[in-house]
């Protein structure tokens, strides 16, 4: 199984998050993934190891690297990047395999 783990840190996440947040839902829907969760920064300890700086989190589970690589070039997932990819700031992915 392979875990995509994205953060996203939003210019303006007042105005932006939900607009991204259903954006994740529906990438998430695509046919290759197998279940995901999306969820801002837990109110947890402030502690120097955990970063709470970003705004938004999907975390995407495949079944395999080929249902990965499906996403990657999904539709539905190329149409997320283009139109919301001017709302963030910076992002970064994690993908691990279990």
């Known amino acids: 199984m392979i875990v995509h783990q994205v953060f996203f ?3 303006h996440p007042e105005q932006d998050l939900n607009a991204v947040w259903e954006g994740c839902t529906k990438i998430a829907s695509t046919e290759s993934v197998s279940r995901y969760a999306i969820g801002k920064p837990a109110n947890t300890a402030r502690r120097e190891v955990v970063d709470h700086s970003f705004h938004l989190s999907l975390t995407v589970y495949f079944d395999s690297v080929e ?10 997932h190329l149409k997320f ?5 001017d709302k963030w700031s910076q992002v970064k992915v994690y993908d691990f395999e279990v």
């Open 9 to 11: 840190w939003l210019h």
């Open 67 to 76: 249902a990965h690589d499906r996403y990657q070039t999904d539709p539905i």
């Open 81 to 85: 990047v283009e139109d919301h990819k």
